[in-house]
């Protein structure tokens, strides 16, 4: 059994550097109380179509077919404690 974080995806953080974070899902979104944005800030009457499209642009079938192959296929690293990336 290997596992893979993909979790970025759903849960994303402009330090995870995927596309569309900081360009669609968090464009002209300010912060709330924290000094950060999240996904909680993301409270705008198009925010299903900027998930969407965020969703759309980082999740693709070959990622999954990558990570179906046993795991000598993909790189795995890690850094400290709980954190991880799979390098597709």
């Known amino acids: ?12 953080e402009p330090f995870l550097g995927l596309y ?19 996904l909680c800030d993301v409270n705008t009457s198009d925010s299903g179509m900027r998930m969407t499209r965020f969703l759309d642009l980082n999740i693709k079938e070959e990622h999954f077919a990558l990570m179906a192959k046993p795991a000598s296929a993909w790189c795995a690293c890690r850094w400290g404690i709980g954190t991880s990336l799979m390098c597709l």
């Open 20 to 38: 569309g974070t900081e360009e669609i899902l968090f464009k002209g979104v300010q912060p709330g109380v924290r000094s950060k944005l999240s």
């Open 1 to 12: 059994m290997h596992g893979v974080n993909y979790a970025g995806r759903f849960i994303p």
